[in-house]
């Protein structure tokens, strides 16, 4: 388990390295005195054979005592000191084994049980411990865990001393992603990720607007959360959030051709609240629509596989019936901000994308919850059909069957895609994914550009699925109680 293969660039503890250096000295000394006393004894005895026969017989024979003594006695004494220095060393070495072996699985608990691990904000591989650099001479560390390198320490080849557990200082040294060498600052935190999936123009990157800035300024504020961004690069995406937000504007999700660089950008921010320990770490991911439509992604969406939920996001306009419908009532600005590709192959896609990440066949159903979420309900009054109106004006008029709210909006949100021949869709997911759950938003709240944004249930699906990932944080964001399954699936037929 504590396996370092892995050659370190930092001192070995001196029982699993100088120690055995020194066993070698010291057995191979006390065989050499012994050995060269024998031989000082056969000396004098061949010396003897010039003396006369009374000296000859006397010494000889006191000579040879003392030879055999030396033989029987030293060889009695140096086989026991060889053994003990052998068991000492060993001892100190099974003490030391032993001691870094508790502190590893001490240490591995803890991660494991605090769900801590290290998602790349860049390339999205997921490491449980990132390489650690030395913060004297920039060394990089990998495996910084108790071992034979130290238990509580690890000393650097250049002599620094860096700490290799969780309680002594090691989420503060600068890390790196071990698969794309970017700086990570994630400081043993627990991450959740959710993916915003969709075909381009569906409202990914508006969803991800309005919710962050409603997030951050209005739910962590009101529910004692504080909130860290991740680096400057993500205040920086933020400072964008608010300006976007502002004007009621959409930025172009940046994805070069530079096959280097992420088709994914991920919004990362700390969520820290005294029940937090460790603090929390958000990552959005806005996920550039032609992954699903040219099917050329610069990486692999490793967070499919990892992420506590997912956000798919359905653009209604996006389905030919559906814009026939509702064209007449719709703003020029609308019209040109449809999402063309089409929800039936955009699936195929994402569901293609999964099994490779995942390694689920086909049949295989996913443990993930999902929200579907129906966007750009403010256009041609969608919302008296799947938004808040519908579902208020549902509940009242049948207050007997519909007294969830969450739960109408999920019935009237499946009832409006069967209506619009999307019934295969609501089976493909329901297949798929065992916890799925649809809603409806809103994420500017009118036509872009129209002024600031007047978002509209962009919070429900990012609570939901915050709520089923997290515990501690379902007892601070707790606006709204959601039950186990929707409970009006069995009304559709
Ligand atoms: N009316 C309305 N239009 C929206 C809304 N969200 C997005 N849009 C339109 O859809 C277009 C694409 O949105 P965007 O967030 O950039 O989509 P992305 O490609 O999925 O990131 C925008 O330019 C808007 O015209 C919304 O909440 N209401
Ligand atoms: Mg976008
Ligand atoms: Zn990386
Ligand atoms: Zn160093």
Redo the contacts with the bound molecule.
């Keep these: 388990m504590t396996s370092e293969s892995k050659v370190q660039p930092a001192k070995k503890s001196y029982f699993f390295s100088k120690g055995y250096i020194d066993l070698k000295n010291t057995v191979k000394g006390a065989w050499q005195r012994n050995g060269k006393s024998i031989k000082n004894y056969k000396d004098k005895l061949s010396y003897l054979k010039f003396e006369k026969l009374p000296k000859k017989l006397l010494l000889g024979s006191l000579y040879l005592l003392a030879m055999i003594s030396v033989i029987v006695c030293g060889t009695i004494i140096t086989t026991a000191i060889t053994l003990i220095h052998i068991s000492v060393l060993l001892l100190f070495m099974m003490l030391v084994y032993l001691g870094f072996s508790i502190v590893w699985c001490i240490d591995r608990f803890y991660l494991k049980r605090n769900q801590i691990f290290t998602a790349c904000h860049i390339c999205k591989e997921k490491s449980l411990i990132p390489i650690y650099l030395c913060p004297n001479c920039n060394e990089k560390h990998t495996r910084l865990t108790p071992g034979v390198y130290g238990i509580l320490h690890r000393t650097c080849n250049c002599g620094a001393k860096i700490p290799t557990t969780f309680f002594n200082g090691r989420k503060n040294l600068s890390a790196i992603c071990p698969n794309c060498k970017s700086p990570l600052s994630d400081r043993e935190s627990r991450p959740i990720c959710i993916p915003i999936i ?13 919710f962050s800035k409603t997030f951050i300024d209005e739910v962590a504020p009101a529910k004692g959360m504080n909130i860290e961004f991740y680096n400057s690069d993500k205040e920086r995406i933020y400072r964008e959030i608010e300006n976007d937000y502002l004007l009621g504007e ?4 940046q994805r070069s051709t530079d096959p280097n660089s992420a088709s994914s950008i991920s919004f990362s921010f700390f969520v820290q609240h005294p029940t937090f320990k460790p603090e929390r770490l958000m990552h959005i991911y ?1 996920i ?2 032609e992954v699903f439509t040219n099917n050329n992604e610069n990486e692999v969406q490793q967070q499919y596989e990892y992420c506590q939920g997912m956000i798919l ?1 359905f ?1 209604p306009f996006s389905v030919v019936n559906i814009a026939d419908k509702y064209e007449s009532s719709m ?1 020029k ?2 019209i ?4 063309k590709a089409d929800i039936t192959y955009i699936l195929d896609s994402f569901f293609s994308k999964l099994r490779m990440v995942t390694g689920l066949s086909e049949a295989d159903m996913l443990n993930t919850p999902i929200a579907i979420v129906i ?5 041609a009054d969608l919302a008296d059909i799947v938004g808040e109106a519908a579902v208020n004006k549902l509940m009242a008029v049948d207050s007997e069957n519909f007294t969830d709210y969450y739960d109408t909006m999920d019935y009237l949100c499946r009832k409006f895609l069967i209506d619009n021949d999307l019934s295969h869709f609501v089976t493909q997911i329901d297949n798929k994914f065992k916890t799925n759950r649809y809603f409806a ?9 129209a002024g600031k944004y007047e ?1 509209m249930g962009v919070l429900a699906p990012m609570e939901w699925l915050c709520q089923r990932a997290d515990k501690k944080m379902a007892n601070v964001w707790n606006n709204t109680s959601f039950s186990k399954v929707p409970a009006y699936i069995n009304k559709l037929s």
């Excluded at 969709?198 to 309005?210: D, E, F, L, N, Q």
């Excluded at 040109?336 to 999402?339: D, L, P, S």
């Excluded at 966007?375 to 256009?379: F, L, P, R």
Aim: net charge positive; charged share 20%; glycine share 18%.
């Design positions: 969709g075909g381009r123009s569906v409202g990914k990157t508006a969803y991800i607007t309005a959409t930025r172009m999700t806005d550039a629509g996001l653009d703003s600005n609308d040109a901000g449809i999402g966007s750009k309900v403010d256009t938003c809103s994420s500017i709240g009118h036509t872009k550009g978002p």
